[in-house]
């Protein structure tokens, strides 16, 4: 992780202070109201998911271009499976191996960044695992999109790449946080019963 992304998280963070100090007041209100007392589950909820959601942004956005930024040589790159070859590139280039490359790093985070995307997926709304890849894909589409776009022109130029591999990469993570999730919902619905010790009668005169 370089430290950009470092400081891009520290940002994402403190915005989800600010967030959540904004809409758990609302939300404290409206449980005592309906409920005459708290519920951790849904304040709990709530959290993880403004939490997720500002640290991805800020994770995607940032850091902003500034007056020394070079610009982007490619905006575009519509090869699947192009992180490949980067890495074989990268191999060579430095002479490290496949797991220490950038590229390859870079990939995993992709696939992380949406791994708690397929929890909620599943968790929180219940979706099947094709329809948690279209929220994974449609999310990334939107995200991609955005950037290449040069964030609907708020941004002076695109400052990030269009990348079919991210798209790929993200999907897959949302897949792998379905499974993740189903598991996790399985292990919840069958607690393990414990049988207790039954008390065995020994007669010492019977041969065994």
Known sequence: MTNAQVTAL???FIGFLALWTVVLVPQLITQLARYGGLRVRGLATTGAVLLYGCMTLAVVFLPLPGPGTRRLSQTVQLH???WITDIHTEMLKHGSQWFATQTFQQACLNVLLFVPLGVFARVLWRRGLIGTLLIGFTASLLIEITQLTA????APYAYRIFDVDDLMNNASGAGVGWVF???LLTVLRSPIGVQPARRERVHFAETR
């Open 151 to 154: 964030n609907f022109g708020t």
């Open 181 to 183: 999730g189903a598991l």
């Open 10 to 12: 520290q940002y994402g």
């Open 80 to 82: 699947p499976f192009q």
